[in-house]
Structure formats: C-alpha cells, structure tokens
C-alpha cells in the first residue's frame, strides 16, 4: 500500500477505536479525537522524538493532551504504537501499556484507560489533564525544566537534554485564564522548544463558540511573542507537517499552531454541540465507519499492517534515537561522571549523598524570627547542597523569603536559563501549574505566594496531589498576624481547603526548629507535594533542652511540653504561631489553677494521622477528653482531634484590618481565653466524674 494511503488508513484506524470506544462505554467525547486525528498521527508517527519501547527515555519529547476530554485519542495511540508499561520504580515492563482489552473497558472500573489522561495509572501520560488549560500551562513547566536541564548539563561536546513539548488545546483550553497566564509567561521566557497546536473546531458543549469567544486568538499570542502559523484544514497532512517544520524551524519563539478542524468529522453530526459530549449511536458509528471506509459492523478493528506501519515510524526511529542516546550518554558519563550522576538522580528522583548536612540549627531565641525567614535560610542552605533545586514566587519572593541569593544562583530568563530563581509574576494559578510541569521532567520545583492567594492556584495544587509528584507549595502570610491588610488578606478557610486535599501534606510549624524539620521531610519526598505554611511575625526559637525535640515533626504531631505528673488534666492542641500561645497558657492553668496541661504541636495533621493508634493514643490519650484546639483559622476539621465534647480556639469570621496585638485581642487568641476555656472544660469533667 502507497505510504500516502497508509497514513489515512492508520488515521482512519485512530477514528474507528475512538468511535468504538466512547460507544461501548456510552460515555465520552468522540468528535474530538475525530476531527483532530491526523494532526496527532502525524506528530506521532514523523516528529514526535518518543521510542514506545522506554517511555521514560530522559531526553524525549513530551505531548500532552490539554484537551482530556479527547482521551480515547491518547489511548488509541498508546495501543498502536505498542508503548510499553512502566513501574512505579521507573522499570519497563514487558507488557503494554494499553492493550486492546484495555481500549474496550474506557471509563470503567479500574481500566487503563480512564476518562481523562491521569498520569502515574496509564504508561505513556505525561500529565493529568482534564481540566482545561491545566495541560498548556503545565507544558511550560516542561518547557522551562528543559532549558534548565540543557543549560546545566549540555557541554559543547554533548548535547544531552534538547527534547521539545508539544500540547494539543481546544477552544475550552484558550478561554481559561490560566492558559493566557502560561502562554504570557511562555512568550517572556522565548521558550522555542515548546509547540501548542490549537484545535480549533469552535464547538463547546453550549453550542458554537461565536456565542461567547470570538477574539482573535492568533492576535493574542503574537502580542505574547509567539510565532504562529495556521493550518486550514486538519486533514491536510502536507500542511500539518510544514507547521511541524515551522516550529522546528523556530529558535526564539514559543509557536501556535492554529489548525482548523471539523468535530465529529464523517458522522452525521459534524460541525455539531451533539459531537462533543456523548457518544455517536450505532448508526452514527456505522456511517461514520462507511465514510472512512472502515467495516460498518467490526468494533476495535485495526486493519493488518497498521501497527506494522507505527512500528516502521515512531518505533524505529525513536528506538533509534533513545538508543544513540544512550551510547552518547555513556561517553558523557565517562567525560563528566558528577554532572552524570545528578542526572541519574534526578531521573529517580533520589538526593545527592550528605544532603541533610545542608540543614543549618537555630539556637534558642526568645526574640526569634518568622517561619518565612528561618524557611528562606533553610532553603537557601539546602539549594546548594541540591543543585535540581530551584523556584520563585508569584511577584512575591522579598515577602515569601524565597530568593536564592548564594553566589552563582542567578535568575532563570531567556539569556541566562541555567539560573535557579524562577519570576513567574503575578499568576499564581499558573505559577502552580508550571511548578507541576518542572516536577514531571523530575526536578524539584517549589512557588511561593500569601496562604489566602492559594485559592487562584487551588486546582494545579489538586493536580500535584492526585499525580503524586513531589512539588513545595509555599505560603506565607498565614493568619490574621498579616494585620492591617485586612480580611481580604487574612486567610481563615484556606489551611481546611488544603487539609482537604488527599495526598497533600500541609505544614505549618511552630518554630525554626520545626521548619528545618519540616524541610527534612519535604526534601525526602518522592512521591508526595507539600505545602508549607509560614508565618509573617516573628515567633520565639524554642529552647528544646525544656521542651521535645522538633524530630516529633515527622509524626505530624508530638508532645512539645507535658504536664509535671504526665497525667494532663487538659490538652492544648495547636499549629504554628498558636503553640506558642498553648505554652503561655499552660503556664497559667499551673500558676493559678494547679491544673496540669499537656502541649501538643500538630505542624502536619497527615503525617500524624498515618501513625500507628498506639502513638496517638500516646499524643492524644482517649481518656483525657477535655481539649481546646488553637488556630488562628477556620476551626473546620479540629473536631476530630478535640471530640464532641471539646473547644477550639478559632476564627468565626473573616477578620478585620488593624494591628496585629487588637486583632488577637479582639479575637480571643490569648492566654487567658485559652486557659479559661481549659477550665470550663476541666470543671465540666470533674462534675461529670462527681455525678
């Protein structure tokens, strides 16, 4: 058969499992993967630098589905081109990665191919996609650790990282903000090794797209700096390759490919809302299938010579490529076996040896410093030690004590991408997202922004949870303690939000001595992101020879300071800033009431939770029930550790602009509120004991 004949038949072949699938699952989004088809075929099957054969070769090129709901195309491919499984362990396996059982059980229980892309389940995905503009912006991310990767270790003898991103968008893509976030700051960088291709069938689920979106799309990004160039039609393989070569060709530039396409091509709803969101019928297929020429009555049918045909391109040239890789490596390894070595460790996402030597020690303070400052000096001492290190703020690095400003850390931009401060601007949204991309090609990214501002970047964060990748989210700004800026940057439901989160562990320490804890465990993660919540105020060092060592951190909770008997009366439960006022209200309840007080600083509820129940009968007795939670936040969640017959300490509102001694005045975060409900809840016990 004629190459040009083969390539329709093999795109053809893509429209026929997507069909099928979306039909025997009566669920999914069918005309998107068949209008865009050949776009993809053709990316995969004569550009795309990927061997099926190691899905995880360090220098390949990425692709990322940004419109997930197209996902039976990604699956459609995975199975043609005969990508094989990976391990949680980075190991190849042998056997597919989806198979053509795997393609019939779409959307169904446990299935290899879910709905949406969901990365670390199904071989092959580079990131979880689904909702829209998560995928671009993440692709920055990408594109940026890739520059970084090149400037670092490419030699003028060896050029070993120099992969290209690719991400396939939809209209729903360029509406989202977060996508002009990231094409913005995309534009700045001149990140010519990132390609977006816009499918633009301006269909939504609503209706036609001119009822809402008709801005010149090709406009807005040549005002961001990008090159962009169109295809007319999506079936025109010639023109789809040239844009391929257009971008290649591009060395100061992030591109645009604009190609217009037609959803649900070939069915009786082309052009149509109906293709977009459910499936085509049986007759819808079966013409469908007559139109393509495919048998109207063979589902999941892959006509002979197809994967025959993938196997001829993708594999044999990227086997090829990954191949002369690996032998260029070898060579490389031998002319510089330290810069080889930290990329081994970055691609198993393992830390240099004597890492933990970096983490300075503060000594008692009564003065002390804010958590965001002892953080900053953590970080700082700890990036040199972990060259892969790097990150920045949302416009916020002077406030989040985030600048790296030892010699030689310098700022990532266009003329200098080995530097290792990251200006991502004000777009904390995809300042997540992009941190999200960084961490997927393994380095170990970290943002800063305030706590309340975590909301604008509330779903990238999801993202990094549900992907299991080890991103540092940083906030500052914790509590009212931000003062006169008022409520609308006071955070009181964020810290709930992300305790929300499965998979996320939430820090917020008591003390330099427990944020350098909290960096020891944050360091070590692999397959976990972290939030870390710091405090603006200074807070006191604590002295630990009177009180536990801040080892207690990797627990998630520990006894800070018990009562003389070691049989407390009451317990005070608190996180950050709020233990110190635990420990002055302890004083009190011994000083005026004789009644003996446990503290208990709880930096990470998660990690606490995972413990052994007889490690938290031991922090948090069952038989000592009267307990008093203190956070200055919501007290959403402290039930769980105070029980029914508890108090919490906490924020009812949204706070109010004034300084910060009114504002813990005016909301009862004193030592005296504190231990007057203590002794409520005492005297309640000790009557309950008398009747």
């Given amino acids: 058969m004629p190459t040009t004949e083969l390539d329709t038949l093999a795109v053809n072949t893509i429209r026929g499992l997507c069909m099928d699938a979306v039909q025997q699952a009566e669920s999914g989004h069918p005309g998107t993967p068949m209008g865009i088809a050949p776009v993809a075929y053709t ?16 220098n390949r090129d990425r692709f990322v589905l940004s419109e997930g709901h197209a996902s039976t195309l990604l699956w459609s491919l995975l199975h043609l081109t005969g990508v094989r499984a990976v391990d949680p362990d980075y190991e190849v396996l042998g056997r597919q990665s989806v198979t053509l059982d795997d393609l019939k059980t779409f959307r169904q229980l446990d299935s290899r191919c879910p709905g949406h892309p969901e990365y670390r389940w199904t071989s092959g995905v580079e990131t979880t996609t689904g909702p829209l503009g998560q995928g671009v912006a993440t692709s920055v991310g990408m594109a940026m650790a890739g520059r970084w990767l090149a400037a670092r270790y490419n030699r003028d003898d060896f050029r070993v990282f120099d992969f290209d991103v690719y991400a396939l968008a939809g209209d729903g893509c360029m509406m989202e903000g977060i996508a002009s976030e990231a094409a913005s700051l995309a534009g700045h960088q001149q990140l010519s090794n990132l390609c977006w291709i816009y499918d633009s069938n301006r269909i939504t689920i609503e209706g036609h797209t001119d009822i809402t979106f008709t801005e010149d799309v090709a406009a807005r990004f040549l005002a961001y700096g990008w090159n962009v160039t169109t295809v007319a039609d999506a079936n025109d393989l010639d023109a789809v390759a040239r844009a391929f070569h257009t971008f290649k060709a591009e060395t100061e530039r992030p591109t645009l490919i604009v190609v217009h396409s037609h959803i649900g091509y070939g069915s009786p709803v082309e052009d149509s809302p ?49 191949t002369a890789w690996e032998n260029f490596f070898t060579s490389y390894r031998a002319s510089y076996p330290e810069l080889a070595d930290e990329i081994e460790r970055i691609q198993r996402r ?53 600048l790296l400003e030892f010699e030689g850390a310098g700022s990532f931009q266009p003329g200098s991408p080995a530097g290792r401060n990251l200006h991502l601007g004000v777009r904390e949204h995809a300042s997540a997202a992009v941190s999200n991309g960084m961490a997927l090609v393994k380095v170990r990214p970290y943002w800063s922004g305030f ?58 320490p008591a003390d330099a001595g427990e944020v350098v804890e909290t960096w020891r465990v944050v360091a070590g993660l692999r397959h976990e992101p ?130 910060l001694k009114q504002l813990l005045h005016h909301f009862g975060f004193t030592p005296e509120r504190v231990a007057q409900r203590a002794r409520e809840l005492v005297g309640a016990r000790q009557r309950e004991a008398g009747a």
Wanted: hydrophobic share 40%; net charge negative.
């Fill in 530 to 659: 972290a939030a870390l919540v710091l405090s603006r105020q200074n807070l006191p060092t604590l002295d630990r020879s009177r009180f536990a060592a801040a080892a207690g951190v990797a627990r998630g909770a520990y006894v800070l300071a018990d009562a003389p008997s070691g049989e407390p009366g009451v317990i005070l439960l608190a996180t950050g800033s709020e233990v110190h006022l635990a420990l002055s209200a302890r004083e009190e309840l011994a000083a005026a009431d004789g009644i003996g007080a446990r503290v208990v600083s709880m930096p990470c509820w998660e990690l606490f939770d995972r413990q052994p129940q007889e490690y938290r009968d031991e922090v948090l007795p069952p038989a000592v029930t009267a307990r008093v939670g203190i956070e200055q936040a919501s007290t959403f969640g402290w039930d769980r550790y105070v029980g029914s017959g508890g108090a919490v300490v906490g924020m009812h509102t949204y706070g109010a602009s004034a300084p």
């Fill in 43 to 58: 990316l995969w099957q004569k550009f795309l630098r990927f061997d099926p054969q190691d899905p995880i070769w360090p």
């Fill in 350 to 402: 393992k830390l240099p040896d004597g890492w933990e030597a970096a983490l300075p020690d503060f000594s008692a303070d009564p003065k002390g410093l804010a958590t965001r400052d002892s953080s900053g000096k953590v970080l700082n001492s700890l990036a040199q030690r972990l060259p892969w290190l790097m990150g920045g703020s949302a416009d916020l690095a002077p406030s989040t004590k985030t």
């Fill in 274 to 322: 109906k293709a977009h969101g459910s499936p085509l019928g049986e007759d819808g297929v079966r013409t469908a299938k007559r139109f393509f020429g495919l048998p109207e009555d063979e589902q999941f049918y892959v006509p002979a010579g197809v994967r025959d045909w993938f196997e001829q391109g993708i594999g044999a040239r990227g086997a090829g490529l990954r």
């Fill in 451 to 508: 706590l309340i501002f975590s909301d604008y970047a509330k779903a990238a964060i999801r993202l990094s949870a549900l992907m299991e990748i080890p991103v540092v989210h940083i906030f500052t700004h914790d509590s009212i303690g931000v003062g006169e800026d008022g409520p609308t940057h006071q955070p009181v439901e964020q810290l709930a939000g992300l305790r929300a989160m499965p998979g996320l562990l939430v820090f917020r």
